[in-house]
């Protein structure tokens, strides 16, 4: 680690003792994790605070751990990574919510306006809530979508399907028709491959 990560890694645990974890470093960059209690005041402090002074927020972004090998803790996380142009320096911020079934953290847009879109993304695509957002909806996927499709768990087809249907001339759903199937691939040998053989 450079010498202004680990300067920046001892402001982070003077300033937030028993707040936060203990900053890993990895991948060139600092990351710290976050309780859902405490991630709104020291999301604040990161950025107001001269010692910080994390102006941007670059991104905000879900993550489903439900997946990953051995993982024993929570499901659902938000990860944002700030900037700090003042000081030339990158911060990961991760943060899990508290309740699987209905997962909510509090909102940043406060803090950041530009978590508005991340924000709402992580709300369509995970089915994370923000507590606090002023017009929490979905974004990307259509309006009468069902699910979050970037949970784990989402099937690959979907729950619905929808067509333009000319007799009622709008848009209709429908269940998914599609017939789940297994493809295995045909494997052609030639019987001179490998052999170094003239052709």
């Not at 508290?98 to 306006?113: C, H, R």
């Not at 979905?138 to 949970?151: A, C, N």
């Not at 429908?174 to 040998?189: D, L």
Request: overall charge negative; some cysteine.
């Amino acid at each position: 680690m450079s010498a202004r990560l680990d300067q920046l890694c001892d402001r982070l645990k003077a300033a937030f003792a028993g707040r936060i974890g203990e900053p890993v470093f990895a991948l060139g960059e600092l990351t710290i994790e976050v309780d859902a209690a405490n991630y709104v005041d020291v999301m604040r402090q990161l950025q107001g605070h001269p010692d910080f002074k994390f102006e941007l927020l670059l991104d905000l972004s879900g993550v489903d751990y439900s997946t990953y090998s051995n993982w024993q803790g929570k499901r659902f996380a938000i990860v944002s990574h700030l900037l700090s142009i003042s000081h030339n320096l990158r911060l990961r911020v991760r943060t899990f919510a508290d309740d699987e079934e209905f997962p909510v953290l509090p909102s940043v847009i406060d803090i950041w306006a530009g978590a508005n879109w991340y924000e709402r993304e992580a709300f369509d695509l995970y089915g994370v809530h923000f507590d606090g957002h002023p017009d929490l909806r979905r974004i990307l996927t259509d309006y009468g979508f069902v699910g979050h499709p970037f949970r784990k768990d989402f099937p690959i087809s979907g729950h619905v399907e929808m067509h333009y249907d000319a007799e009622q001339k709008r848009v209709v759903y429908a269940p998914v028709t599609i017939e789940p199937r297994e493809v295995t691939p045909r494997i052609v040998r030639e019987e001179q491959y490998g052999k170094g053989g003239a052709r």
